[in-house]
């Protein structure tokens, strides 16, 4: 269990409202992650985070947002949630004791936007 | 285009028996490797990985091998139990992002493992 937990863990919201969602770990990793999964995508890499108040973008970030002002806490904000951000959403960590290798998923969120 | 591709949607195997489950890259830039199980309402687990300067990894009945020169790799599950059922996922590490030392895991789009009793 690498102390990394998820809320909510189901959303259901409507298109235009903004939506945040939590990722919250308690063993003190530098890196955290989101992802979402689609079916036939696999994973793919929203934004990440390499510090307190340093983020930056991956490879699907159009219509999302980050803060990280906490060690422990990365947030993921849909500003005015669409449709096509109907997905489930993970959030991961690495890089505790300098390893940043292998990245540790959380539970998920479930999010439909109708 | 998907840098990662795991190409068989689905897999059943008997109990027992060896699972072996597939995956090919396009980018040789990638350096690690890792395979993630993944069970329905849950998260990915970390299963497995190896480094691009290894051909071959073991952990218990779960033996990773990545030949290079053809940019495949491939888990092997000796014997498959019931509970080895579940999604599993290819994944690969670029090298460092553009920002802090980060790295991202490009994914494949997993196989459905199915044992079947």
């Known amino acids: 269990d690498a102390g990394i937990t998820q809320s909510p863990r189901h959303k259901v919201t409507e298109t235009g409202t903004p939506v945040t969602l939590r990722c919250h770990q308690t063993?003190?990793?530098?890196?955290m992650y989101w992802y979402r999964q689609d079916p036939g995508h696999g994973l793919r890499l929203i934004h990440y985070s390499y510090g307190v108040k340093d983020t930056d973008k991956g490879e699907v970030s159009d219509g999302y947002s980050v803060s990280r002002s906490k060690t422990e806490d990365f947030l993921l904000t849909l500003e005015s949630a669409t449709s096509s951000q109907t997905s489930v959403y993970f959030c991961?960590?690495?890089?505790?004791?300098?390893?940043?290798?292998?990245?540790?998923f959380g539970p998920g969120t479930r999010l439909t936007v109708l | 285009d998907q840098q990662v591709k795991q190409n068989s949607p689905s897999l059943s195997v008997q109990e027992g028996r060896i699972s072996i489950l597939n995956c090919d890259y396009t980018n040789s830039m990638f350096d690690y490797f890792l395979w993630y199980k993944k069970y329905p309402a849950e998260g990915p687990t970390f299963l497995i990985s190896?480094?691009?300067?290894?051909d071959k990894n073991e952990d218990g009945r779960f033996t990773v091998f990545l030949n290079k020169s053809a940019k495949h790799l491939s888990l092997h599950i000796v014997p498959s139990q019931p509970g080895d059922s579940a999604v599993y996922f290819c994944a690969a590490l670029t090298q460092k992002l553009s920002s802090g030392s980060a790295r991202q895991l490009t994914f494949g789009s997993g196989t459905q493992l199915t044992v079947l009793p």
């Open positions: 991961a960590i690495s890089g505790l004791a300098g390893l940043n290798n292998e990245q540790f």
């Open positions: 063993e003190n990793h530098r890196y």
């Open positions: 190896i480094s691009s300067i290894k």
